[in-house]
């Protein structure tokens, strides 16, 4: 995704154990050169936590997810995509969350801090408050390969002290601008405690206002497990969700935010989920 300061101004144990090997293996990401980022699959720490349980190593507590408004979902059992929001709060925000509780759907935001966070911080809390998952997206949209250790650090903490101030809970998950991450990214978010989420699914909303075609792409690309990338800061975006969100219904999808999608196991600071 290009920089959005522009818009910024504008506003069975051994069968899971290899199926969860292999995917682990086969998701990666080319990052430049020979370097390559290894992800790990929804699907996959689902069945490592299911393997765990059944080998005596976690509690068999029966944890699963609950969407909003939905009761309680398996997504091991049903069909489940996540919807994610990149680069927000922003006055388009509102409506936005009024859609996703008439259509009784969670979805996971990835919170930018400066123009954002610092504008609309009652956005901020509501989105808390409706059941969605609140998450970072940095600071000033810095693209952290090109950062100093330092930078990063503070690219992350300071929109992780001001969510925490504002909703009550500290975030357990960023993504990082651009997707683009590295070593150094990921033992800085082990550190502070952060998994990194990128996406499987993008309708490219930064390069049209085309509510139709994003519309198009996003059910094009969508497949069981699906991490659906969207910017609610662009002005095709939030008039394309309720026709995403019924199409998707209708093929039969749940919708949970990424946690959920990720239920009963847990994103593990540190690591990337695709």
């Given at each position: 995704?290009?920089?959005?300061?522009?818009?910024?101004?504008?506003?069975?144990?051994?069968?899971?154990a290899l199926a969860t090997f292999a995917a682990a293996a086969s998701l990666t990401l080319?990052?430049?050169?020979?370097?390559?980022?290894?992800?790990?699959?929804?699907s996959s720490v689902r069945n490592?936590?299911?393997d765990a349980r059944a080998d005596g190593k976690a509690a068999a507590d029966g944890t699963?997810?609950?969407?909003?408004?939905?009761?309680t979902v398996d997504c091991a059992h049903t069909k489940c995509i996540a919807l994610t929001f990149d680069a927000g709060p922003s006055e388009n925000?509102?409506?936005?969350?009024?859609?996703?509780k008439e259509k009784q759907v969670p979805a996971t935001f990835f919170l930018l801090g400066k123009r954002h966070i610092d504008t609309y911080p009652g956005l901020v809390r509501r989105m808390a408050d409706e059941g969605h998952e609140v998450a970072s997206h940095t600071w000033t949209h810095k693209?952290?390969?090109?950062?100093?250790?330092?930078?990063?650090?503070?690219e992350l903490e300071r929109p992780n002290k001001e969510i925490e101030r504002l909703t009550g809970k500290r975030p357990t998950l960023m993504r990082p601008p651009q997707g683009r991450?590295?070593?150094?990214?990921?033992?800085?978010?082990?550190e502070l405690g952060l998994a990194e989420v990128l996406w499987s699914v993008t309708a490219k909303d930064y390069k049209t206002?085309?509510?139709d075609l994003i519309t198009e792409r996003v059910l094009d690309q969508s497949s069981r497990d699906g991490i659906i990338l969207l910017h609610d800061i662009y002005d095709g975006t939030v008039p394309a969700v309720p026709g995403i969100i019924d199409a998707l219904k209708k093929r039969g999808y749940v919708f949970v935010t990424v946690p959920q999608l990720l239920a009963p196991g847990k994103a593990e600071p540190g690591k990337v989920y695709r």
């Amino acid at each position: 995704m290009p920089s959005l300061t522009r818009k910024m101004t504008k506003r069975g144990t051994g069968l899971r154990a290899l199926a969860t090997f292999a995917a682990a293996a086969s998701l990666t990401l080319a990052l430049s050169g020979c370097t390559k980022l290894e992800t790990v699959s929804p699907s996959s720490v689902r069945n490592a936590a299911a393997d765990a349980r059944a080998d005596g190593k976690a509690a068999a507590d029966g944890t699963q997810a609950r969407a909003a408004g939905l009761g309680t979902v398996d997504c091991a059992h049903t069909k489940c995509i996540a919807l994610t929001f990149d680069a927000g709060p922003s006055e388009n925000s509102a409506r936005l969350l009024d859609i996703l509780k008439e259509k009784q759907v969670p979805a996971t935001f990835f919170l930018l801090g400066k123009r954002h966070i610092d504008t609309y911080p009652g956005l901020v809390r509501r989105m808390a408050d409706e059941g969605h998952e609140v998450a970072s997206h940095t600071w000033t949209h810095k693209i952290l390969t090109d950062a100093r250790p330092e930078e990063i650090r503070e690219e992350l903490e300071r929109p992780n002290k001001e969510i925490e101030r504002l909703t009550g809970k500290r975030p357990t998950l960023m993504r990082p601008p651009q997707g683009r991450t590295d070593d150094t990214v990921h033992d800085i978010c082990r550190e502070l405690g952060l998994a990194e989420v990128l996406w499987s699914v993008t309708a490219k909303d930064y390069k049209t206002n085309d509510s139709d075609l994003i519309t198009e792409r996003v059910l094009d690309q969508s497949s069981r497990d699906g991490i659906i990338l969207l910017h609610d800061i662009y002005d095709g975006t939030v008039p394309a969700v309720p026709g995403i969100i019924d199409a998707l219904k209708k093929r039969g999808y749940v919708f949970v935010t990424v946690p959920q999608l990720l239920a009963p196991g847990k994103a593990e600071p540190g690591k990337v989920y695709r």
